[in-house]
């Protein structure tokens, strides 16, 4: 997920009636606009802006925080170049503050009235790239044409109902982000631009839009004969940040003809690097319960206490957590992150007893849903390719050979001393008889 595009299109503002009026005969004549409600019906509805987190579908949400801020923007000067005419950008008043857009999130903290904390979860729900209900939102999905991504989303509303403009103008807030969250690359803008439009209506100063885009161009003066700026591609509605992942398979198969098929095997997987808070999936083929069977060593409590898990921290996985396993089965971790500046590894490790034990399975059989285990069994979790490995445990008997070449043997000729044995005693008793 490298390359991020535009999901969708915005409607245009409809700003051209109130910048044919923005500057008025003399600022005294206004009665300042302050007590905005944000309610859509007085003036619009306040501005939200929303952290959007993608991911694979196997992915689960990665645990961590980002911090945004807003501030009010620079000034800056009216651009008077004949054919690329500018409005000048003016500051934005204080008052500016977040607000929760959900009062009950508790995911998001208020840490100032200008500053904001969001933290990510595996408790936190998630949308399939696709879905209607993310029309109109510049996610940073890696293909928009697939179905193989997922989001998280979390909004913060900007609050001007403490907030006083005294005369028309384009008012200008710069939001920052700030934070990481491992295998996360985050968003290649920042910074979004919040555009506050007030206008002349009639003499009374009225709040006509709110604009977010990237970058710090300015409107045109007129929108009807000169393009207007931002552009329709600079206009967003948030903050889109990837996550990247890859998921780790490893299983056990038991061969030779002194091999048990239900002897289970102490398998382990330790991860260094993993996200410790995060809550990682799993998937695959084996006994959540197993009974204790003559050829295993373990207890039956001490193999259903570990076994029987549908998910690991990151925590467990670098501590090493131990599943028993025995022919056929195997174990999938569900979206270990791509970290390129510190590589999450991993290692599977085994008690093979007795058997011998040999790294990766490179048969293509059924119970592994027909894909070669191949990959080494310890390594670094790479971008673009999930890892595939485990182990054989092979345990082959030597025949005896010499006198006794085969058990059809012995057994012929146990039935033949037995059926001597029967004609002598029946002989020997005829002849008592005739006596």
Not at 101 to 114: E, F, K, P, S, Y
Not at 215 to 236: I, V, Y
Not at 355 to 370: L, P, R, W
Request: aromatic fraction near 8%; include cysteine; glycine fraction near 8%.
């Amino acid at each position: 997920m490298k390359i991020k595009k535009l999901f969708a299109g915005f409607a245009a503002a409809a700003l051209a009636a109130g910048m044919m009026s923005m500057v008025p005969a003399s600022a005294a004549d206004y009665t300042a606009l302050t007590g905005l409600t944000g309610n859509g019906t007085a003036d619009p509805a306040f501005p939200v802006v929303e952290k959007y987190l993608v991911m694979d579908k196997d992915a689960s949400v990665p645990y961590g925080t980002y911090t945004f801020t807003i501030a009010p923007g620079t000034a800056v000067a009216a651009d008077n170049t004949a054919g690329s005419e500018k409005m000048p950008i003016l500051a934005g008043p204080a008052g500016a503050k977040f607000a929760k857009t959900v009062a009950a999130d508790n995911t998001i903290t208020l840490d100032t009235a200008t500053s904001a904390t969001l933290t990510f979860s595996s408790a936190d729900s998630t949308t399939n790239e696709g879905d209607n209900s993310l029309s109109g939102k510049t996610i940073g999905f890696d293909n928009a044409s697939a179905t193989d991504e997922k989001v998280s989303i979390k909004s913060l509303t900007v609050d001007f109902s403490e907030v006083t403009f005294d005369e028309p103008g384009v008012y200008r807030y710069v939001i920052t982000e700030a934070g990481t969250i491992s295998g996360v690359t985050n968003d290649s803008d920042t910074t979004i631009t919040l555009d506050v439009y007030v206008v002349d209506n009639n003499g009374a100063l009225e709040l006509n839009s709110y604009v977010l885009h990237k970058g710090e161009d300015a409107p045109a003066k007129n929108p009807a004969t000169t393009p207007a700026a931002p552009t329709l591609a600079d206009k967003t509605t948030g903050f889109s940040n990837v996550y990247d992942t890859q998921n780790l398979e490893f299983g056990k198969e038991v061969t030779g003809n002194q091999g048990s098929k239900d002897k289970r095997f102490a398998v382990t997987v330790r991860t260094t690097g993993a996200n410790a808070a995060t809550v990682y999936q799993l998937d695959g083929n084996w006994e959540k319960e197993p009974d204790k069977k003559s050829a295993t060593k373990y207890t039956a409590a001490d193999m259903q206490t570990a076994n029987n898990v549908t998910s690991l921290t990151g925590a467990q996985l670098n501590a090493g957590y131990t599943f028993y396993l025995c022919d056929g089965e195997y174990v999938k971790v569900k979206g270990l992150e791509v970290n390129s500046t510190t590589p999450v590894t991993y290692a599977i490790t085994e008690d093979a007893e007795e058997y011998k034990s040999t790294e990766t399975i490179a048969a293509t059989v059924a119970k592994y849903n027909d894909i070669n285990h191949t990959d080494p069994v310890s390594g670094s979790i790479a971008a673009d390719k999930d890892v595939y490995t485990g182990y054989v445990n092979e345990r082959e008997g030597v025949i005896p050979t010499g006198v006794i070449i085969s058990i059809a043997a012995p057994a012929a000729l146990a039935v033949i001393v037995a059926g001597c044995l029967v004609y002598l005693n029946v002989k020997r008793k005829r002849e008592d008889s005739e006596e």
